[in-house]
């Protein structure tokens, strides 16, 4: 933070921390006039108080979604149609994507799966990796899902109904853990057929890479999540 004639200013990447957004979009908002800034010393610089004051005016969602509609709110999002939602409900979900990204609401997604955090023997990761039914998310398959990063050595992360996940930590002795290599993310069964291919869809990954500790997982969420 830096001050200057008593004005207060932060970084476009601070402002876009702040604000849920990429710095481009930073940028843009600096060339509409919709946010103020100065050249400091070379530097483009945002007033702070203008990042509060849009803080103040942006919109509050309510309560978190409920998973069907979290997952109905993805899959709208990245073009598919969730077979067996009602027009009601995908008409109100539209009506948020129109006002909304996934990143700006990506908290209010959390409800889409429970996650729970195991520790398997190294040598079943790969058998776990290959068991059917089971579908890939986070960073160790989001090269597949087309988001560019390569994490070979992250977590086995999946999404599974519970009837699998039941059996998978049966099967493999999977001991909960704070240092987890197995994510289970568990789905409602009414969800789960939504979920048709071995990579989940790219949006949901990216949801799943922005609750990843690494920053390089968090940038990648919010290029792919944030409305440019």
Do not use: C
Not at 8 to 28: F, H
Not at 44 to 59: H, K, Q, S, W, Y
């Amino acid at each position: 933070m830096i001050e200057a004639s008593g004005i207060q200013y932060i970084s476009p990447s601070d402002a876009a921390r702040r604000l849920g957004i990429t710095p481009r979009r930073v940028y843009m908002l600096v060339a509409a006039e919709r946010l103020r800034a100065e050249r400091i010393g070379g530097r483009l610089l945002i007033d702070e108080g203008g990042v509060n004051a849009r803080l103040a005016t942006l919109p509050r969602m309510g309560r978190p979604f409920s998973a069907g509609r979290a997952w109905g709110l993805i899959l709208l999002a990245g073009g598919q149609n969730p077979p067996g939602l009602d027009p009601s409900t995908k008409s109100k979900l539209r009506r948020v994507l129109r006002g909304h990204d996934l990143w700006s609401i990506r908290s209010k997604l959390a409800g889409r799966a429970e996650r729970r955090r195991f520790r398997a023997h190294s040598s079943d990761l790969p058998r776990i990796d290959a068991e059917p039914g089971i579908v890939g998310t986070g960073p160790r398959y989001a090269a597949e899902a087309g988001l560019g990063l390569i994490a070979n050595d992250a977590p086995v992360e999946i999404y599974v109904d519970r009837r699998l996940a039941d059996q998978l930590v049966k099967k493999y002795r999977l001991a909960a853990s704070l240092r987890p290599n197995v994510l289970l993310r568990v789905v409602p069964d009414k969800v789960r057929p939504w979920l048709d291919a071995r990579i989940a869809p790219r949006l949901a990954v990216a949801l799943d890479l922005a609750e990843d500790p690494d920053p390089r997982s968090q940038d990648v969420a919010r290029e792919a999540l944030a409305r440019p």
